[in-house]
């Protein structure tokens, strides 16, 4: 067929062929199936690590604490407190005094 039509034939319209999907259904089930059970399983391993991480046998407001004598100031201390690296002048931390 030389680039003629036969002139009996006739044109019929085609449909265009569906488009492609990017994710198929099963695909978006699956992924949020698993996401789900991921950021649930995430969660919880979270919620153990922040128990881990939570300080123990912490006492409440105003309980007493021991200091030991050497890191307390004489009250006739020339304003700095001792600490550990006091050795170091970038690390101390000015004593402000009695009311603040």
């Known amino acids: 067929m030389d680039g003629q039509q036969n002139p009996d034939s006739v044109d019929v319209a085609r449909a265009a062929p569906p488009p492609v999907s990017v ?23 979270g919620g153990w690590g922040i128990d881990f991480l939570w300080p123990k046998k912490l006492a409440g407001f105003g309980t007493p604490v021991d200091v030991k004598a050497s890191k307390v100031p004489a009250p006739s201390a020339t304003g700095q407190v001792k600490q550990d690296g006091a050795d170091n002048p970038s690390r101390a931390v000015p004593y402000p005094g009695p009311g603040g």
């Open 23 to 45: 994710i198929n259904r099963r695909a978006l089930v699956l992924t949020g199936f698993w996401g789900s059970n991921a950021a649930v399983a995430a969660a919880i391993v």
